[in-house]
């Protein structure tokens, strides 16, 4: 099958903190997001990567796609591209 395509959208279930930075630099947004509310990440973002200590509170989505866990709840993931 073909790789979802379209937007990637994190969204907090429960609170959560997340950093999104470019792959050798810039953050692109770093910080708390409230449950229920969304970043979504810029498509002319350079391989984006995401950090976060929460991984169970959020979901990330690909265009209409879920994207599957990306870590065990309360542990420190970095580097999800």
């Given at each position: 099958?073909?790789?979802?395509?379209?937007?990637?959208?994190i969204?907090?279930?429960?609170?959560?903190?997340?950093?999104v930075?470019?792959?050798?630099?810039?953050?692109?947004f770093?910080g708390?997001?409230?449950?229920?509310?969304?970043?979504?990440?810029?498509?002319?973002?350079?391989?984006?990567?995401?950090?976060?200590?929460?991984?169970?509170?959020?979901?990330i989505n690909?265009?209409?796609?879920?994207?599957?866990?990306?870590?065990?709840a309360?542990?420190?993931?970095?580097?999800?591209?």
């Amino acid at each position: 099958p073909a790789a979802p395509t379209g937007p990637v959208v994190i969204t907090a279930t429960e609170p959560a903190w997340i950093q999104v930075s470019e792959r050798g630099g810039r953050t692109l947004f770093q910080g708390e997001l409230a449950a229920g509310q969304s970043y979504e990440v810029p498509v002319t973002a350079a391989a984006p990567l995401l950090r976060t200590g929460r991984p169970q509170s959020i979901r990330i989505n690909v265009g209409s796609a879920t994207a599957p866990a990306i870590g065990p709840a309360d542990t420190t993931v970095s580097n999800v591209s």
